[in-house]
């Protein structure tokens, strides 16, 4: 491995191999993606919403339960779900300086993600499955 002469990087950081894992790019755009499509799925939950605000319980599990309401809301639910993990996580790395801690919490943030997200596509698809 040759050492670039114009590279401003210190000789201990290129010992220690430190530098981009590389793996920013890749959670930029997961945020923008997952922004973007949940403009668009907000759209169509808000609408889902407002028709379930003039249902009766045996109407909204109607409507809950027809595949062209019970997809958007899980893909809803999956979209938020992800890009509320990506958020956190920019806040968590951000703002918890002490490692330990750090890695406790973006552990939590994952599994409170992946809580609601499951919690929520379980409900949607029962209601969709008993319809």
Known sequence: MHSNPHSI???????RGLGSARSGTHHFWMTRVTGMANVVLTLAFVMIVLMLAKADYAGALKIVGHPLAAIPLLLFVGSAAIHMRLGMQVIIEDYVHSEGAKVALLMLNTFFAVAIGLASAYAILKIGFAS
């Open 9 to 15: 990087r210190t000789p201990a950081a290129r010992v």
